[in-house]
């Protein structure tokens, strides 16, 4: 599957947003190992997942969930601003957020808005 991470945003061709996955515990999932691990501000940058502009100048924003990841659950993700840099002292939270549910290998309710 794709475009898990959903965003629709009245700022058109943004370019540096990333969706932080969160498990039910508050860990964060590490983009390079996909192993949750309590929140470490120097590894700020392992737990951004990219989304990009679907149409161009649509303000529509899709990013992937890691399809390695292979356990069940149920997440959230929060939508970042990184346009500064991938730094933890550079984050920008959107105020946008989703809840997402992953079977092991898909999103179980595909096109859901959480």
Do not use: C
């Not at 700022?11 to 498990?23: E, F, P, Q």
């Not at 929060?78 to 002292?89: D, Q, V």
């Amino acid at each position: 599957m794709a475009n898990e991470f959903q965003l629709v945003e009245y700022t058109v061709s943004l370019t540096a947003l990333n969706a932080v996955v969160k498990n039910q515990s508050g860990q964060l999932l590490r983009n390079d190992t996909l192993v949750f691990e309590t929140l470490v501000e120097a590894n700020w940058s392992k737990y951004l997942f990219a989304l990009s502009e679907i149409v161009a100048a649509s303000g529509w924003y899709a990013g992937n969930f890691p399809t390695g990841y292979t356990t069940a659950g149920t997440f959230t993700y929060l939508i970042y601003n990184m346009a500064a840099g991938t730094a933890w002292a550079n984050r920008v939270y959107t105020g946008y957020a989703g809840r997402l549910q992953w079977s092991g290998i898909a999103e179980v309710f595909p096109g859901h808005w959480a």
